[in-house]
């Protein structure tokens, strides 16, 4: 149980391509979902927080308007990555949770994003 | 000081050796606690929560301090496989939830 898909895997496109991401719980409603991004050899950055229904909850340093998150319904959120340029290159993570706090994050297999 | 706070490692230990990692947290009213495992560019996986009376997972076994504020990871015979890095999580429930990784220990397990 407790499966998230996140598509697409791999992304290379140019400078200024917009990208979006899927992350989608397959068998349970996830509540709240998570959006991180992982540079080589660091650790994960959490990005930003979004229940459904509400505007997302970006942390300190993330430009809400350049890394737009949708979170429509209890089993999708998108993340969307405008004009992206090659220092958006990173690997972006997203997570879902069913419940309260206390429930652990289930992680979607990641999408690896290469901007030239 | 840091949130959470863990060894980055790298540990090398060989095959069948037992190994701990110990992970610290700041904030008191944390409430929840979680062990991940990473492999090298891929997802973190879940591995295991850590409850109040400690908890055991065939050679895994969590442990949770509240007065020192740590959480601990046991690893007994290790496996080639288990080479990985482990991530601490904390979470703050209630009105403002909050949740935090730490930067993971490497464990590389040696043949």
């Known amino acids: 149980g407790a499966v998230v898909s996140q598509h697409p895997s791999w992304v290379i496109c140019k400078s200024g391509t917009s990208v979006k991401i899927e992350c989608r719980s397959l068998d349970f409603q996830a509540t709240t979902m998570f959006w991180y991004r992982q540079f080589p050899k660091q650790s994960l950055m959490l990005m930003a927080t979004s229940n459904e229904g509400s505007k997302a909850t970006y942390e300190q340093g993330v430009e809400k308007d350049k890394f737009l998150i949708n979170h429509a319904s209890l089993t999708l959120s998108t993340l969307t990555v405008t004009s992206a340029h090659p220092e958006d290159s990173s690997f972006y993570i997203c997570s879902a949770r069913g419940g309260g706090g206390g429930q652990p994050q289930h992680f979607g297999d990641g999408t690896r994003l290469s901007i030239l | 000081r840091k949130e959470v706070e863990q060894d980055p490692g790298p540990f090398n230990v060989p095959e069948g050796a037992t190994v701990a990692f110990n992970c610290t947290y700041s904030?008191?009213?944390?409430?929840?606690f979680f062990w991940y495992r990473q492999d090298c560019r891929k997802e973190p996986k879940l591995l295991m929560s850590?409850?109040?009376s400690g908890n055991e997972d065939g050679r895994f076994t969590a442990q949770l301090n509240r007065a020192s504020q740590y959480i601990s990871l046991l690893i007994r015979d290790s496996k080639l496989s288990d080479s990985a890095t482990y991530l601490c999580v904390v979470a703050v429930l209630g009105g403002y939830q909050k949740v935090t990784f730490g930067i993971g220990t490497k464990l590389q397990v040696i043949p």
């Open positions: 904030n008191s009213a944390s409430q929840s």
């Open positions: 850590v409850y109040s």
